[in-house]
T-cell receptor
């Protein structure tokens, strides 16, 4: 399996809802990432997990809560989001973290709409 | 921190022509430079990458060149085809696990 998978593909949620995005890889990669991408913009890093531990949090609001249950899974828990949080949420993985830098492979993303 | 500039923002070429996209970076410690292709509604797809110990890398119709002294790197696509139409992002990475992306280039290849 050489892919990163994400569920759901689309999600519509109200500002009071709680939902979760899921990401899975079976490539034995030890680093996993969450990115947010707005239309016509590059991906913007949110979180990095290295060996199942949170290593980078790019000052993301607490209404986004990441979780790495094991080396293959990455979740993003969402609560009390704002309409401006509507975006494509991308998960990525790489063989390792740190130096030298490793290639990152992206999942197909979850298109999130907050109403 | 690292800053990556990318030009042009849009590029239109005739099928069969070559396309060149250029990026500059600010952090001399950056040592890894990938290029991603993103078709509309799809994931960013890694198409080629280069590390700082190499000046050029080719893979069929695509090539990347790196000039460490000038801190710029370029993507070259030869014999362009309509299916090359997409948004292309350059990125740079150095002493952290962070990929810093350029702003993207929308390439349109007209038949």
């Amino acid at each position: 399996d050489t892919e990163v998978t994400q569920t759901p593909k689309h999600l519509v949620m109200g500002m009071t809802n709680k939902k979760s995005l899921k990401c899975e890889q079976h490539m034995g990669h030890r680093a996993m990432y969450w990115y947010k991408q707005k239309a016509k913009k590059p991906p913007e890093l949110m979180f990095v997990y290295s060996y199942e531990k949170l290593s980078i949090n790019e000052s993301v609001p607490s209404r986004f809560s990441p979780e790495c249950p094991n080396s293959s899974l990455l979740n993003l828990h969402l609560h009390a989001l704002q309409p401006e949080d509507s975006a494509l949420y991308l998960c990525a993985s790489s063989p390792d973290a740190g130096q030298p830098s490793y290639e990152q492979y992206f999942g197909p993303g979850t298109r999130l709409t907050v109403t | 921190g690292e800053n990556v500039e990318q030009h042009p923002s849009t590029l239109s070429v005739q099928e069969g022509d070559s396309a060149v996209i250029k990026c500059t970076y600010s952090d001399s410690a950056s040592n890894y430079f990938p290029w991603y292709k993103q078709e509309l509604g799809k994931r960013p797809q890694l198409i080629i990458d280069i590390r700082s110990n190499v000046g050029e890398k080719k893979d069929q119709r695509i090539a990347v060149t790196l000039n460490k002294t000038a801190k710029h790197f370029s993507l070259h696509i030869t014999e362009t085809q309509p299916e090359d139409s997409a948004v292309y992002f350059c990125a740079a990475s150095g002493n952290t696990d962070k990929l810093i992306f350029g702003t993207g280039t929308r390439l349109q290849v007209f038949p």
